[in-house]
């Protein structure tokens, strides 16, 4: 069998899975509902065996969901947490064609070196080394072929899977969290726009000396192809042990690639997966982090931010009526006393390390895979007494990158005075300057301001 014939081959095995995505989630759905409506065995580990077999969008959907705190059982979490995507990598001869098809006949021409061999394969493509004329690393994340279809195939699937937890679980409307879903998703597709958004962020970050954010090289660039700059660094893990200055400088770094952009530009980086950071190093010390990926995204409205900053004064002060409105700036409905005291277990947990001005790890005690679930229980149980509540849909996100943001946190153990360094980035901060500072960001690399 020729090379051709067996990348042609691996490619029809891809195309034949997303026709089973819709077996395989019927039965783990249909598990599921009996375990809760009748009963029965609940069997996390049955869902991560169903779902294992699968490559590509589906897996990158099946973490999203795990890191949703209470939109699974924390048993069916931990599992899904567990997968990794491993889409089967192209071969040479399958990248040569690909890289023609997105560059032109010419395309090895552009380059001084490539390495068809990938360095990193997830689930929408793969990553590649390469090298620029003039000798700079290059990192090229080419994507797998057929992906639109695929990503649809497996949204429609999901929208099945929300159905049927909406009827089991009536006090939490889900319809909100699949179109966000649906949106992130369809938006990492185009690595034009994930361009964008590294060079948004190059921009904005261009002053803090401890995050490095990849050049984008857009000449070796399109739709379905992005080279960036290649930063090399370890793996945050690996700093785990380092001593504990090593660790407040990390995350510290970690803090301010997050929340500066957001307090600036209105915008954060979705994606918590600790595989999106890698560590630099200077004089052997770990002095700040590289920030990789730039597909998952999340553009907000100023006044989203402004929900934020009064939700924080609010508990800060106990105001009530603050509190309230920055629900209502997010999307909340039907809001009477009983939903804002069960919102508030949330919000206080989120924001609890900012609001006491003191150095504190980010929650004592607890597990990285286990940061918020007991509050999520809380406000689980709460919710089936009181009644049912709708996600909004930009909530999200924001909810879930802080999430991982302080599983981050949680796995350096760092301690710092998390009060002072947010106070920092929201000093001075107005609905009208945000406004303006952000139509700036984005109009300097073609994004679109949010309605």
């Keep these: 069998?020729?090379?051709?014939?067996?990348?042609?081959?691996?490619?029809?095995?891809?195309?034949?899975?997303?026709?089973?995505?819709?077996?395989?989630?019927?039965?783990?759905?249909?598990?599921?509902?009996?375990a809760r409506l009748f009963g029965g065995d609940n069997n996390p580990v049955a869902l991560a065996q169903a779902l294992g077999g699968l490559k590509g969008p589906i897996m990158k959907v099946a973490?999203?969901?795990?890191?949703?705190p209470d939109l699974l059982p924390p048993e069916y979490a931990a599992e899904?947490?567990?997968?990794?995507?491993?889409?089967?990598?192209?071969?040479a001869a399958f990248v040569k064609r690909r890289m023609m098809a997105e560059l032109g006949p010419d395309w090895q021409t552009r380059f001084s070196g490539f390495d068809l061999k990938p360095?990193?394969?997830?689930s929408l493509g793969q990553v590649h080394k390469a090298t620029s004329l003039d000798g700079a690393p290059l990192a090229?994340?080419?994507?797998?072929?057929?992906?639109q279809s695929a990503v649809e195939a497996d949204l429609k699937q999901l929208e099945v899977a929300f159905a049927l937890h909406r009827r089991m679980n009536s006090w939490l409307d889900t319809s909100e969290i699949k179109k966000e879903i649906g949106a992130r998703i369809r938006e990492e597709l185009d690595y034009a726009r994930e361009a964008k958004h590294a060079m948004l962020y190059g921009n904005?970050?261009?002053?803090a000396y401890a995050v490095r954010v990849p050049a984008v090289h857009g000449d070796l660039s399109t739709k379905r192809l992005l080279t960036l700059g290649w930063l090399d660094g370890e793996r945050i893990l690996s700093?785990?042990?380092?001593?504990?200055?090593?660790?407040?400088?990390?995350?510290?770094?970690m803090f301010k690639a997050w929340w500066h952009p957001f307090s600036r530009a209105a915008v954060i980086h979705g994606d918590p997966h600790l595989g999106n950071y890698t560590v630099f190093s200077e004089g052997g010390e770990g002095a700040g982090i590289n920030l990789l990926d730039y597909g998952c995204v999340r553009i907000f409205h100023p006044r989203f931010v402004g929900g934020v900053v009064d939700l924080y004064r609010g508990l800060q002060s106990g105001d009530h009526e603050r509190v309230v409105h920055a629900y209502e700036v997010w999307g909340f409905k039907r809001l009477d006393r009983k939903t804002i005291d069960i919102l508030n277990i949330w919000a206080r947990?989120?924001?609890?390390?900012?609001?006491?001005?003191?150095?504190?790890?980010?929650?004592?005690?607890?597990k990285p895979g286990a940061y918020g679930r007991r509050e999520a229980f809380s406000v689980h149980q709460a919710l089936k007494e009181h009644g049912p509540v709708t996600v909004p849909q930009e909530f999200v996100f924001m909810d879930r990158a802080a999430v991982g943001l302080g599983a981050v946190f949680l796995h350096l153990r760092s301690e710092l005075n998390y009060h002072r360094l947010f106070e920092a980035e929201i000093e001075h901060f107005s609905l009208e300057s945000l406004g303006d500072r952000q139509k700036a960001a984005l109009d300097a690399v073609g994004l679109e301001t949010p309605a």
Excluded: H, W
């Design 1 to 34: 069998m020729s090379g051709s014939d067996r990348e042609a081959n691996r490619f029809s095995a891809r195309a034949s899975r997303y026709a089973n995505v819709g077996a395989n989630m019927g039965g783990v759905a249909a598990r599921m509902a009996m």
């Design 80 to 91: 899904l947490q567990k997968l990794q995507a491993d889409a089967p990598p192209m071969g």
């Design 119 to 122: 360095a990193a394969a997830a």
């Design 140 to 147: 090229c994340k080419l994507q797998y072929p057929d992906m």
């Design 63 to 68: 973490q999203l969901l795990a890191t949703i």
């Design 204 to 207: 904005v970050l261009k002053d």
């Design 349 to 366: 947990f989120i924001y609890g390390p900012l609001l006491e001005d003191r150095t504190r790890t980010v929650a004592d005690g607890v």
């Design 239 to 253: 700093f785990a042990e380092a001593p504990v200055e090593i660790r407040n400088r990390i995350a510290q770094a």
